[in-house]
Structures are given as C-alpha cells and as structure tokens.
C-alpha cells in the first residue's frame, strides 16, 4: 500500500497541469520548478511571521515582511473565540469503514466559538490570483469536514475564510 501525503498545493498542481503534477511529485523531477519555490518562500516566511503574531511572540522591525505584516494586521477583524494557530487537524472520511480516507487538514488560524468555528487561510500573492470555479483550491472542501468532525459540528457549520494578501 503506497501511503500519498497531499496538501492543498498538490491540489493546486494538478489542478492547474497534471502534467507538471506528475513531473513534480510521481517522477520527482522537482528542479524545472525552482524558480517557483524562490516565489513560495515569500509567502512561507509569511505565514511564519503570522504565526509569531498570533502566539504573541516579538517580530523584528527590521524584517522585509514586517511592513506587509502590519498591514495585513491592520486589516483584519476577527471573531471571538479561542484560537488555534498552525493547528493540525485529521479525521476518517466518510466513516471508520476499512475503505475510508484519512483527511488531515492544516489551519492557518482555527477559531472556536460555542457553535461555530471559523478557519483562516493565508494566501500571499504579488497580484491577485483570477477568480476560479468551484472554488480557490481544491483542497478547501475538506478543511470544515475536518473540523466538523473533530470538533462536533455539524460538517457545513465552520466557516471558511480564504484570506488573500498582496504584497507591495
């Protein structure tokens, strides 16, 4: 049995080219693309800083993102609740059958009320990423299955929020 880690970046590669997708992750055949990861550590050391943020921990000025960070703080408003930052969270899709799925679903931000729980992605972009059908990534349907299921809610109660920054 051949075990598959998928995240929503895979989704995002073979939704755009499943060509580039078996190039990348089937054959390995990873360096054609490294000009593309230059791009994603940007946005990696973003949500690293935000991260630091949210569990209280100081940031230093003179960081590059530290300006793109504020902004972003500046603009967002949050619900009450407790909050679960980089939180990992996995479930049996549909059910425990030997024929289920193992869902783990990674949260930038997981806010839990008393009913509701709402779950922030952070996407980084230069430029605003063109609207998509049915959605921004694929993998977005299985964040609030993943939580509803661990956390006792009904699995269309969690909100998702899709969060997209652009870096100046």
């Known amino acids: 049995m051949t075990l598959w880690l998928l995240s929503q970046s895979h989704f995002g590669v073979w939704d755009a080219c499943p060509r580039q997708y078996a190039y990348r992750y089937e054959e390995g055949l990873a360096a054609a693309f490294l000009a593309e990861d230059d791009r994603l550590a940007l946005g990696s050391q973003f949500h690293q800083l935000r991260q630091q943020a949210e569990l209280g921990l100081p ?6 993102l530290h300006t793109w960070l504020q902004r972003f703080e500046v603009s967002l408003v949050l ?63 299985f964040v609030p299955v993943c939580v509803g299921g ?19």
């Open 59 to 64: 940031i230093a000025a003179e960081d590059p």
């Open 79 to 141: 619900p009450p609740g407790e909050r679960l930052t980089e939180c990992r969270r996995t479930c049996l899709f549909p059910d425990a059958s030997p024929e289920a799925a193992v869902l783990t679903a990674i949260y930038d931000l997981l806010i839990v009320g008393d009913r509701t729980a709402h779950i922030y992605d952070w996407k980084t972009h230069r430029e605003p990423p063109p609207p998509r059908s049915p959605g921004p990534v694929l993998a977005n349907p």
């Open 150 to 168: 661990n956390l006792c809610f009904a699995p269309r109660r969690p909100r998702f929020h899709l969060l997209v920054y652009r870096h100046r």
